[in-house]
């Protein structure tokens, strides 16, 4: 007979491209190998009776099953017929049936509906309510229960929200829930508890919401990962049926305002109207922000950090960790510029999911405590900083991710000579899980040049304008032109050995003759002799990827000013009269423009910024730092600071006195500076000093003492 195991194998065996073989659905299902050719010859048997072709088993290939369409609705409705009647469901599987049936319920449910979905007596129900209970806590939910009524869940709309996708991702990974909720219906193959999950998402043609990401990635020029990307869809897929059971999203008034001047605002905004349109409903502005937060905590890849809400904090965080986890490590972090950029591009989402404590899934995160502990040890150890900005512990799932940048580095300082091969690195998990994969394939393979690392979704694209000889990749990517290789995301010893014997069998299309760093090293020389060179580290990695190099060039070392070097006598000016916020930009613009610090075109960058991105150089009440990027013309690090006579308005920000006006040539020189000012400000009694001076002395005096009391 027929049990829920044996429909479990007939759906991944069903839901499989290619043949699986007895090994590998045995280490699936935790069972023996023996077991799996019983439960097959049941699963023949069940076919048989009812009909159906049977299972197509070849030796030293595996089993496959490949069912016309009207076949496969025969299999799902017979399948759905196994009930408990011939499967005793776990306690753990019957609580999350009862939280998805309590999760799509418009109102109350009662217990006697529950038992009749287990097939379970009321007082075994009773008892499972405790372990609901307990789990619904940890999200802040409570189970109301109201006499006649029933019960229901109760709590903020947002954790509720959480906690469905959370019992979603205990389930499945995020990656194979995507495709179970976008699967036709007659491939959605009923298993126990991905039975009553699958509710969640019923009737729902969630390719609208996929059409509405890609829109979002194109207005943001970004692209989400392969993971972010799904866990976006499930979770606008969750916010749609949710407003359809008029469950909205309620926001606080401030943060909505806070989210409204970010350029995310202004996509999810495009989006809600294509989805409102797409599924006929109406879609709140609090809903809006909700998509936003979501948008913000997804994107992982090219962003510009100087234009960010919190781009002082973001660069001050990532120099503190890196130089925190390097001391730990024994090692000098602060010179490798792409561990920097890196680490700083991922910072900014993992801060929104923080604050927001939107979940992440980290599916290699085992992995990475038993390959790298020593690493692992190291970042979780030097998160403080991150913590007291948040407000909250930092989870394993985040550390992890943060590990695989240091990984990174790591490897990328192994010594490596130049490449043969042009490989590009495909990861769904994620920009730093994909760094960390090149960095082991280039310190293990002196003959591959990794050119570029993407989503599956972009492999095509890439390899149509750049020269490809390999695909190195976590995820299949149904690319057929182009020999492929799956591997773990840490690449093991097993992986090296099966790409050191695909290699064997492939040629390269063209290799690179010259060593990379000789060549890179004498376009620098020429390019010096004619230009100033703004941003030397840029440049380098830019140069390399232009001509398919890999670059082991280091950062040279530059000085890197404190606060009291850039605010001097000549870049301080106190009592300044401004009639409106451009005025006081123009103001502290011209000090670094008379110093030949910055050309006058980034004074109208400064301004140029605000108008279009709003009053994010707000960085503190009554503060601003109005800034550009370094292209936008400046020369040399700077920074001025002038006091206004009368305080001037940010649209509805508080009105602004104390102006202080930078400028960065790259985003690493600046930082201990920054630094210097985050903890001058901490302290109001040295605001209050600033913004009473008379004298210019008067400030420096307090510039000088702050630094006193760091040092």
Known sequence: MMDERCAQLLGQIISAEKPIKISELAKFFKVSSRT?????????????????????????????????????????????????????????????????????????????????????????????????????????????????????????????????????????????????????????????????????????DVLPIEKSIQLAEKQLKTTFADNAYSGLVIHLALAIKRIQLDKNIIMPEDELSKLKFTKEFAVASSMVTFLEQSYNIRIPTDEIGYVTIHLLGGKVTETDIFASQEWLQLQVLTNDIIKAIGEKLDIDFLLDGELYNGLLKHLEPTIYRLKHNLPLKNPILK????????????????????????????????????????????????????????????????VGTAKLLSSRIESQFSNINVI?????????????????????????????????????????????????????????????????????ENLLEIIDKYCFIKDRLNLVNELSKFLNLTNHIDSKGVARPVLKDLLTEKTIKLNVEASNWEEAIRKGGELLVQEDFVEPSYVEAMIRNVKELGPYIVIAPGIAMPHARPEDGVKKVCMSLITLKGPVSFDNKEPVKLILTFGATDHHTHLQALSDLMRLFSNSSSIDAILQASEVKEVIDVIELSATGIQ
């Open 36 to 204: 799996i050719r019983y439960d097959l010859d049941k699963i023949d048997d069940f076919l048989k009776t009812n009909e159906l072709p049977q299972l197509i088993r070849k030796p030293n290939s595996g089993i496959s099953y490949f069912p016309l369409l009207h076949q496969r609705q025969k299999i799902t409705t017979l399948l759905e017929e196994i009930n408990s009647y011939n499967y005793v469901l776990t306690p753990q599987e019957r609580k999350t049936i009862i939280l998805t049936e309590l999760f799509q319920a418009k109102d109350y449910t009662t217990i006697d509906e529950i038992a009749s979905i287990l097939s379970v007596s009321r007082g075994t129900v009773v008892n499972d309510l405790k372990g609901v209970r307990k789990w619904l806590l940890k999200y802040g939910l409570q189970l109301e229960s109201l006499p006649r009524f029933g019960m229901r869940i109760k709590g903020r709309e947002q954790n509720l929200r959480r906690a469905a996708i959370s019992l979603l991702s205990e389930n499945m990974e995020i990656e194979k829930a995507l495709n179970f909720i976008k699967a036709p219906i007659h491939r959605r193959i009923n298993i126990v508890a991905n039975q009553q999950i699958k509710k969640l998402f019923q009737d729902l």
């Open 367 to 430: 992995e990475i405590k038993y390959n790298y502990p020593k690493i692992f040890k190291a970042v979780r150890s030097s998160l403080k900083p991150i913590e007291d900005y948040v407000g909250h512990k930092i989870p394993d799932e985040e550390a992890g991710f943060i590990a695989i940048h240091i990984g990174a580095a790591l490897e990328r300082n192994k010594p490596a000579s130049s490449s043969v091969y042009n490989a590009v690195v495909v990861c769904g998990t994620g």
């Open 452 to 520: 570029d690392t993407v989503a599956s979704r972009q492999v095509a694209e890439v390899s149509k304008n750049r020269k490809v000889d390999l695909i190195i990749s976590t995820v299949p990517t149904g690319c057929k032109d182009i020999p492929e290789i799956i591997v773990n995301p840490l690449l093991p010893e097993e992986d090296i050995e099966k790409m050191h014997k695909l290699l064997i069998k492939i040629s390269p299309k063209d290799s690179i003759g010259a060593d990379a760093q000789t060549q890179i």
